[in-house]
């Protein structure tokens, strides 16, 4: 009869452990696909109930990576630096100087798209420009300086420099009609810009027989900022 008791409990035991475990498996089954991955389930085990939480793997969508159009940079930039190589190269081979020596891009701008263009007197377009125009032009739109309209005038503003101690940006005066009748701008190596009355804009040298003997001075544009 004991034995029979025994018996009867272990089986009653293992009969209530397998319905347990059934119920725990069939509520993780829809947890899986009903609950948050914070919801707990119900396992049974050897020491009894435990709970323990369910987790879903959540993987990070990748965001596109958007797309740089790089060859077309590239080409642009090559096309920026061939033609300010092409401009620095051109004007360093007319005024004989190195090409890393031309460095105000701003300036060889200006220079290459006005050289060539026809004088005018009383000018002030790419149809025909004067002297004194072209320089009050370029001062302006390089430097930043307005000036007043003719050479007399800008020759009155400026600060009257050597020609030894001329540099970049400087104004050259001339006497070619027993006054300060023409003014042209300096660059470098003795070599200025202006407005020719025969060539149009150009780029001429100091040394030139013509403009050594009817050179006045240089004039620097005083900066009222300082």
């Not at 005066?173 to 810009?193: A, P």
């Amino acid at each position: 009869m004991k034995k029979l008791l025994i018996l009867s409990s272990i089986a009653f035991f293992l009969l209530t452990g397998m319905t347990v475990f059934g119920q725990a498996a069939n509520s993780g089954n829809n947890s899986t696909s009903n609950h948050p991955a914070s919801s707990y389930a119900s396992i049974f085990t050897r020491e009894g109930m435990i709970s323990t939480p369910w987790v879903t793997e959540v993987k990070e969508q990748k965001k596109p990576t958007p797309v740089v159009q790089k060859k077309s940079i590239l080409k642009e930039t090559k096309e920026i630096i061939e033609s300010l190589t092409s401009v620095q190269f051109k004007y360093a081979m007319m005024m004989n100087v190195n090409v890393e020596s031309l460095k105000n891009v701003a300036l060889l701008g200006f220079i290459d798209d006005w050289f060539g263009t026809r004088y005018r007197y009383g000018g002030t377009t790419k149809k025909g420009i004067d002297c004194s125009a072209l320089t009050g032009s370029l001062l302006l739109g390089v430097y930043g300086f307005s000036m007043p309209r003719t050479a007399r005038e800008q020759y009155k503003v400026t600060e009257h420099i050597k020609r030894e101690d001329l540099k970049e940006g400087d104004l050259v005066f001339f006497n070619t009609k027993g006054y300060v009748s023409h003014v042209g701008l300096y660059l470098e190596n003795g070599y200025f810009l202006h407005a020719s009355t025969k060539e149009g804009v150009t780029i001429s040298n100091l040394d030139e027989a013509y403009y050594k003997r009817t050179f006045i001075s240089g004039g620097r544009v005083k900066d009222d900022k300082n």
